[in-house]
């Protein structure tokens, strides 16, 4: 397996939907780029597993057990395990997803 990734290389998105491209997966973690076209969104869920969103390009609002948290790239979004949590991308979005062992 590779030791780098340009991130950049990688990103693509849907005319409409979600697109998304496993990066890493191991028993540790599993590290996962989402691509969402403009307008497009996951309903509430939780994981099993903690981790965090980092935000790369776009624009979108996160929803974190009620609170809105407003994606821009740079935004790091900490998620703990079976937290409801929801998302919209209101421009195409891409962010990377990092789900690790149990918390």
């Keep these: ?4 990734k340009n991130i950049n290389e990688f990103i693509e998105y849907p005319k409409e939907g979600i697109l998304s491209k496993e990066f890493i997966k191991d028993k540790n973690i599993d590290i996962t780029l ?3 076209a403009k307008g497009s969104s996951i309903s509430e869920h ?18 974190l057990e009620g609170e809105e948290i407003q994606m821009k790239p740079g935004t790091i979004i900490f998620i703990k395990k079976n937290s409801k949590h929801s998302l919209k991308a209101k421009k195409n979005t891409s962010f ?8």
């Design 1 to 4: 397996m590779k030791k780098w």
């Design 34 to 36: 989402f691509c969402m």
């Design 46 to 63: 939780t994981s099993t597993r903690g981790g965090f969103v980092q935000v790369i390009e776009g624009e979108g609002s996160f929803d």
């Design 96 to 103: 990377l997803l990092s789900l690790c062992c149990s918390d």
